[in-house]
């Protein structure tokens, strides 16, 4: 498994940006997808973004393509997520995830995670 830990969240008016950084250690950075999910109150942990190994593959949410943009660096071992035009419902607590398969399909479920980290909250308001 891999450590990671989240920064960047705060608050935010509804059309501001904002980056989230997610910070990995231990195993082999370069092995794994890592993924953004979020989850509001009373609502299910969703897909949110995801870049897999090489960075040469990303895929959205419908809800959040064309604002949000997930990038990696592996010489640094991070994952950011560039949030912009932000609305108030992406208001949640955001996670990053790493996975450790390449195929494709697995992305979006997050039973395919096996390393979570433990959040940072996004509160947008109107």
């Known amino acids: 498994q891999v450590q990671l830990v989240e920064s960047g969240g705060g608050a935010a008016q509804a059309g501001d940006s904002l980056r989230l950084s997610c910070a990995a250690s231990?195993?082999?950075?370069?092995?794994?997808?890592f993924g953004w999910f979020r989850q509001a109150p009373g609502r299910e942990r969703e897909f949110v973004a995801v870049v897999d190994r090489n960075g040469g593959y990303t895929s959205y949410a419908n809800s959040v393509k064309g604002r949000f943009t997930i990038s990696r660096d592996n010489a640094q071992k991070k994952v950011y997520l560039q949030m912009n035009s932000l609305k108030p419902e992406d208001t949640a607590v955001y996670y990053c995830a790493a996975c450790y398969y390449s195929n494709t399909d697995y992305y979006p479920n997050k039973e395919w995670y096996d390393s979570w980290g433990q959040g940072t909250q996004v509160t947008v308001s109107s």
């Open positions: 231990g195993r082999t950075f370069s092995n794994y997808a």
